[in-house]
């Protein structure tokens, strides 16, 4: 086959060579995740695993590219996600392309793929990772940001629905951040097909009322009028028919199921006649999450999900059901802040290793290895000299004991042990090291796990 002609970059654009002559900076909409933070990353991912864990859900991995057709077929080509937010390219071999813009799509496409059909069904698969939408950016809107989700294929009762959402309201509880469902029926494509057209009757003869977009949708989009946040077309809405009045008998009784579930489990939810979400794929079910107390603020949702029961079939797999949601991670994290939610930490080092002098370096190297070969955490800075600093970094880390290595203890053989908090000093022989340590430790180590306060 003949290879297809690939573009060469070129770098030599007067914006670029601008751009040249200053630092680099992080695209627009992009964030950094520094270190200071990797905590509170690390702790929201480890309360994602363990629920996964205690629900029986396993981890998939999808590529984050995938070819844009995929997206436009399940997403939706005239949804705000397919037309304006996708970062869509041609690759090198000529072949369309896009970053992924939420989690669902590759999913189905990898049931599909792998012949997970022929698994024990509901398949319960989870993910955890970064997607990207060339969204506006602001406060909790990134064009590159985290979502872990959770999917259940393959099974179309109701009680599959109620279980999603309460997996997700008590991931959020046990967190530390309470949350409230808002939920709706978006029916299935036949009463949703008659519902669109009492929708389009209504709406005709009121068009002007509404906003340019929605204008747009009446045709092209319909139920997505039904969340637009434009205050006229809200009102415009109201008297609107509203689809839970036009479910069909097996839409309304699956709808109705999934509620009584629901106040089964517990779980607070709102009904929202409105809620249709921004993707063509959902039928049935939908439903998004609030933070508790934040409810009527759209820019808040953590989270969102419903069933999908058509998707696999326009892939091309066999008819399955299915249902699932996805969360925002940053979201997450921004409440974990403003709650001041205490998680744990890493543990501090047991043991600072300082030295003075170029031989007691290098036997501080390897003591340093040995140790840590020995469980110990080790903490040192081999760029600071003084032993000054390099005790007062100790402090800092919150280490309780700090070794010694100078040139008197390289020609004695020996190290000082140092008990930094009374600061008195005993000498040891270099090869009882370990020992002496491991005792000196058992009496300053309280026996207790680390905690912080984040954010406030
Ligand atoms: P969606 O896939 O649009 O239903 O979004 C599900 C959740 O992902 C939202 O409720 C947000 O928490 C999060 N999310 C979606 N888009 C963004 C974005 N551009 N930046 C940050 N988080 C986002």
Sequence with gaps: MPRKKTSKITISSKKT?????????????????????????????AEVDHLAQDYGYARIDTPL????????????????????EMFSFIDKGGDHI??????????????IEHGMLNQPQPVRLYYWGPFFRY?????????????????????????IDAQLI????????????????????????????????????????????????????????????????????????????QIVDHLDEECKDHFVKVLEYLDEAEVAYNLNPYLVRGLDYYTRTTFEIYPEGKENDSQATLGGGGRYDDLIELLGG??????GFASGVERLILNI???????????????????????????????????????????????????KNQLSLASKLGVKISLILGQKEILDRTVLIRD????????????????????????????????????G
């Design 337 to 387: 802040k403003e709650k001041e939610i205490i998680i744990p930490t890493a543990p501090k080092p047991d043991v600072f290793v300082a030295q003075l002098g170029e031989s007691a370096k290098k036997k501080a190297l390897k003591l340093v290895e040995e140790l840590r070969q020995k469980k110990i955490k080790v903490a040192s800075n081999f760029s600071k000299d003084g032993l």
């Design 420 to 455: 930094m908090e009374s600061g008195s000093q005993e000498v040891v022989d270099f090869n009882r090291v370990y020992e002496e340590l491991k005792k000196k430790m058992e009496k300053t180590q309280p026996i207790i796990q680390n905690n912080h306060r984040i954010g």
């Design 135 to 159: 969204d506006r950016p602001q406060a909790g809107r990134y064009r590159q940001f985290y979502q872990f989700g959770f999917e259940a294929i393959g099974d179309e009762q109701p009680i």
């Design 98 to 111: 896009s970053l992924r813009p939420e989690g669902t799509a590759g999913i189905a496409r990898a049931y």
């Design 17 to 45: 060579e601008e751009k040249f002559k200053k630092p680099p900076q992080l695209l627009r909409g992009m964030k950094d995740i520094l270190p200071d933070i990797q905590d509170v990353w690390d702790f929201t991912k």
């Design 166 to 241: 309460v997996v997700c309201f008590s991931l959020y509880k046990k967190i530390g951040v309470p949350v409230v469902i808002q939920i709706n029926s978006v029916g299935c494509k036949t009463c949703r097909k008659e519902y669109e057209q009492l929708l389009i009757d209504y709406l005709n003869p009121r068009k002007k009322f509404l906003c340019e977009d929605c204008k747009r949708r009446i045709q092209k989009n319909t139920l997505r009028i039904l969340d637009c946040k434009n205050p006229e077309c809200r009102e415009l809405m109201q008297d609107a028919p």
């Design 65 to 84: 590219l995938e070819e844009t057709s995929l997206f436009a077929r399940s997403v939706g080509e005239n949804t705000d996600i397919v037309e304006k």
């Design 318 to 323: 066999r008819p399955t059901p299915a249902c």
